[in-house]
């Protein structure tokens, strides 16, 4: 089985020791994904909705890069500080996914950093 990286040149990745992505054989997974900061402030987006449609915009720029789509996702994962900020996060999450929708768990954690408000996983498959 063959195995490629996908690096996003996000500031995490060689501080931490990980890539956006990693295609082994027919499967994509993506790493957890928050929002990209602006490149105005450093900081991200406010709020869950913002930062979620960042995230998903990072996400799908690999899945690209992998030849592959929200289509092809089977699974996703959301992380969020706070769950009851999940809710503003439906309609870009349906945006996504609703004509395909994966498997999904939503979890209730800490993230790295207390400005962001979701991190998004996914795993993909493309045959």
């Known amino acids: ?17 990980y890539c956006r992505a990693v295609i ?7 790493a957890g ?9 450093g900081e991200p987006p406010e709020g869950a909705a913002a930062q979620c ?4 915009a990072i996400i ?3 899945l690209k890069q992998a030849n592959a789509g929200f289509s092809d996702v089977v699974r996703v994962t959301y992380m969020l500080p706070a769950a ?11 945006a996504a996914f609703g004509d395909n929708p ?4 939503m979890i209730e954690c800490g993230l790295i950093d207390p400005k962001y408000r979701i991190e998004i996983e996914v795993t993909a498959y493309k045959p």
């Open 60 to 62: 799908e720029n690999a």
């Open 1 to 17: 089985m063959s195995i490629r990286r996908i690096s996003s040149g996000g500031a995490f990745e060689p501080k931490v020791g």
């Open 24 to 30: 082994a054989g027919d499967w994509i997974h993506v």
């Open 53 to 56: 449609a960042s995230a998903l």
């Open 33 to 41: 994904t928050v929002a990209a900061p602006s490149p105005e402030t």
């Open 84 to 94: 009851d900020e999940f809710e503003a996060c439906w309609p870009a999450l349906r």
């Open 102 to 105: 994966p498997a999904a768990t």
